[in-house]
């Protein structure tokens, strides 16, 4: 992402257009929504724990100010995701996981100080949900359903530190999506693939309060998103999906050779009707149309705890939790075959070596708990019960100059 030249970072327009275009990769990582449980492997490590706690070139993603915190480095990551998921329709349980894929998720971080107080930087992660039924599936008339939202989002930073111990940070986000349906046609809806592209802002602050304590908040706003036309009569508003527009505030606190922190953050999920409209048996309107069927998303609560222990001057260990209210509606799981994200509790486990010269790796591993949201409303949302679990594991390379 970026080439180290004459002693300063270059941003290189190809590799930013690789990542965005996000070809190699295949996303289903649903935690919270479409949003994994935390950006950065060491966050990952923590239950996603960022807002006060900045630790490499992915804090940009969450709270842009604390880039003014962590110097100059790169950090390239991958995680790795392993899903079991589908509905139970009509008392059968339809595994919506059958092509039993490892999901690849990549993640990139570039901060360049531009003095002693303000940095420039360039965050990228992934998002997305997705299921893969067998052939012979048949979920009340969805013949074969699949589907599979991925989301590339860059987050072009600037932050400055407006005194010894406080910072303000801006972000620019780039967003690029892609949407794959499969199965709708069979009851006279629009299948295939569309993408689109916008952007969005994210602001954020940090205070280190005193020399243990820190606060962090972050706001970002809706992503704005151009129109997938192919889907103007299944998504609701004509084609709109917007990632909706987050909030949240953090505190840290390092005492000694042990670190503990918090997040609280909400999602606004039922602001973008694509998400938050209700499903088949409740909404007004047709498909497509803006008071037309949805997911039946409910706005989330994301509570997210961790913590460190610098075991040796060398290793770090990281533990965390992570938990969010339930995002399905019981009164919407016919739509929820599509996008199952009935999961939401998480324990994690993570830890960093050191290797000298600014050199570390850093690992993590998330297991998502099975959920599933038994359906108990009109026609077939009565009748299907969306279920969901994960395990995480993912790496990375930090290099700090």
């Not at 709708?184 to 243990?212: F, H, M, N, Q």
């Given at each position: 992402?970026?080439?180290?030249?004459?002693?300063?970072?270059?941003?290189s327009?190809?590799?930013t257009t690789?990542?965005?275009?996000?070809?190699?990769?295949?996303?289903?990582?649903?935690?919270?929504?479409?949003?994994?449980?935390?950006?950065?492997?060491?966050?990952?490590?923590?239950?996603?724990?960022?807002?006060?706690?900045?630790?490499?070139?992915?804090?940009?993603?969450?709270?842009?100010?604390?880039?003014?915190?962590?110097?100059?480095?790169?950090?390239?990551?991958?995680?790795?995701?392993?899903?079991?998921?589908?509905?139970?329709?009509?008392?059968?349980?339809?595994?919506?996981?059958?092509?039993n894929?490892?999901?690849?998720?990549?993640?990139?971080?570039?901060?360049?100080?531009?003095d002693?107080?303000?940095?420039?930087?360039?965050?990228?992660?992934?998002?997305?949900?997705?299921?893969?039924?067998?052939?012979e599936?048949?979920?009340?008339?969805?013949?074969?359903?699949?589907?599979?939202?991925?989301?590339?989002?860059?987050?072009?930073?600037?932050?400055?530190?407006?005194?010894?111990?406080?910072?303000?940070?801006?972000?620019?986000?780039?967003?690029?999506?892609?949407?794959?349906?499969?199965?709708?046609?069979?009851?006279?809806?629009?299948?295939?693939?569309?993408?689109?592209?916008?952007?969005?802002?994210?602001?954020?602050?940090?205070?280190?309060?005193?020399?243990?304590?820190?606060?962090?908040?972050?706001?970002?706003?809706?992503?704005?998103?151009?129109?997938?036309?192919?889907?103007?009569k299944?998504?609701?508003?004509?084609?709109?999906?917007?990632m909706?527009?987050?909030?949240?505030?953090?505190?840290?606190?390092?005492?000694?050779?042990?670190t503990?922190?918090?997040?609280?953050?909400?999602?606004?999920w039922?602001?973008?009707?694509?998400?938050?409209?209700?499903?088949?048996?409740?909404?007004?309107?047709?498909?497509g149309?803006?008071?037309?069927?949805?997911?039946?998303?409910?706005?989330?609560?994301?509570?997210?705890?961790?913590v460190?222990?610098?075991?040796?001057?060398?290793?770090?260990?990281r533990?965390?939790y992570?938990?969010?209210n339930?995002?399905?509606?019981?009164?919407?799981?016919?739509?929820?075959?599509?996008?199952?994200?009935?999961?939401?509790?998480?324990?994690?486990?993570?830890?960093?070596?050191?290797?000298?010269?600014?050199?570390?790796?850093?690992?993590?591993?998330?297991r998502?708990?099975?959920d599933?949201?038994?359906?108990?409303?009109?026609?077939?949302?009565a009748?299907?019960?969306?279920?969901?679990?994960?395990?995480?594991?993912?790496?990375?390379?930090?290099?700090?100059?």
């Amino acid at each position: 992402m970026g080439a180290f030249i004459s002693g300063r970072w270059r941003f290189s327009g190809i590799a930013t257009t690789l990542l965005l275009a996000g070809a190699p990769c295949h996303f289903a990582q649903a935690t919270q929504g479409t949003f994994p449980h935390g950006y950065g492997v060491k966050s990952e490590g923590m239950g996603g724990v960022v807002l006060a706690l900045p630790q490499d070139a992915l804090v940009g993603a969450s709270n842009p100010a604390g880039m003014a915190w962590v110097g100059d480095r790169v950090d390239a990551g991958v995680a790795f995701l392993k899903v079991d998921n589908g509905v139970e329709f009509a008392g059968n349980t339809i595994s919506g996981s059958a092509d039993n894929d490892l999901y690849i998720i990549p993640q990139l971080g570039v901060n360049h100080m531009l003095d002693e107080v303000s940095s420039v930087g360039l965050s990228v992660v992934g998002n997305g949900v997705g299921t893969d039924y067998s052939r012979e599936s048949n979920v009340g008339g969805l013949q074969s359903p699949g589907s599979t939202l991925q989301q590339m989002v860059a987050t072009l930073s600037y932050a400055r530190k407006i005194s010894e111990r406080h910072s303000l940070g801006v972000g620019l986000l780039l967003i690029r999506q892609q949407l794959d349906i499969d199965g709708t046609s069979s009851i006279g809806l629009p299948e295939g693939s569309d993408e689109s592209y916008g952007g969005g802002l994210r602001v954020g602050y940090l205070a280190r309060i005193t020399d243990e304590l820190s606060f962090g908040a972050s706001y970002a706003t809706r992503g704005y998103m151009s129109k997938m036309k192919h889907f103007d009569k299944l998504l609701a508003e004509g084609g709109g999906l917007d990632m909706p527009s987050t909030y949240g505030v953090g505190l840290s606190y390092k005492r000694g050779d042990w670190t503990l922190a918090a997040d609280l953050q909400k999602i606004l999920w039922s602001d973008v009707k694509a998400y938050g409209n209700p499903g088949v048996g409740r909404a007004t309107g047709a498909p497509g149309e803006s008071d037309g069927p949805g997911f039946g998303w409910r706005d989330q609560t994301v509570y997210r705890v961790g913590v460190a222990y610098e075991a040796t001057r060398d290793l770090t260990l990281r533990v965390g939790y992570n938990d969010a209210n339930q995002l399905l509606d019981s009164r919407d799981g016919y739509l929820g075959t599509l996008a199952p994200a009935a999961n939401h509790r998480h324990v994690t486990l993570g830890t960093t070596y050191r290797l000298g010269g600014g050199n570390e790796v850093s690992f993590a591993y998330a297991r998502s708990f099975m959920d599933k949201v038994n359906g108990d409303g009109q026609g077939p949302d009565a009748v299907s019960s969306p279920y969901m679990s994960q395990h995480w594991f993912s790496l990375s390379y930090g290099l700090a100059f």
